[in-house]
């Protein structure tokens, strides 16, 4: 859920960045302040999971351990880190969407994903559903733009795609509705993160 202090109000543009943050670092940062600027947001959302459906539980850090430590790692005052699928009881990612939308409709949401993750989003439980919940801007990651861009989702809803240079009208967009952001990719990765410490 957004902090107490937080106050939601109807044309207000957020973005929501979901995932296990297992960890948090310095690349989900940095593709945070490039939406908040290119996509005009108020907010950035970090929705850290319980657990992802698609990963192990498996040297997964405890949720408190990473709500903390993205906060940490997130060091802005307009990026929000949230439990809020926990406090929601959702699993998929659909469903969080769709909740969200019930309970704030005049709020302006967009999905942010990794190019990477774009390339997985066949593989998620109705994924054609996420696509019309809300507009979804993808964000450049290493090795996925050229892949992430011929892959399943991107051909299917090619018609939907609105051009870089207009991603600004982004939210508040009738779905469906997503945009590629090219940026420099940053190297940062959870797994390698995860991979180094053991």
Not at 6 to 23: K, Q, T
Request: aromatic share 8%.
């Amino acid at each position: 859920m957004p902090m107490k202090s937080e106050l939601l109000y109807p044309g207000m543009r957020i973005g929501l960045l979901g995932g296990s943050f297992n960890p948090a670092h310095a690349g989900h940062r940095y593709i945070s302040l490039i939406a908040l600027k290119r996509l005009q947001l108020d907010r950035v959302w970090w929705m850290v999971s319980s657990q992802n459906p698609l990963k192990s539980p498996e040297d997964m850090a405890s949720l408190a351990d990473r709500v903390q430590f993205a906060q940490d790692v997130a060091d802005h005052p307009r990026i929000v880190i949230s439990s809020i699928e926990q406090r929601l009881r959702t699993t998929f990612t659909k469903d969080t969407l769709a909740t969200l939308r019930q309970r704030w409709p005049g709020v302006h949401f967009v999905w942010l994903m990794g190019a990477d993750n774009l390339v997985q989003l066949p593989q998620w439980r109705a994924w054609n559903k996420i696509m019309q919940l809300m507009p979804v801007a993808i964000l450049d990651r290493p090795g996925s733009g050229i892949k992430a861009l011929g892959g399943k989702a991107a051909v299917r809803y090619a018609n939907y795609r609105i051009p870089q240079d207009q991603c600004v009208y982004l939210p508040g967009q009738p779905t469906p509705a997503w945009t590629f952001i090219a940026c420099r990719p940053h190297p940062a990765s959870s797994t390698a993160i995860r991979n180094g410490r053991k």
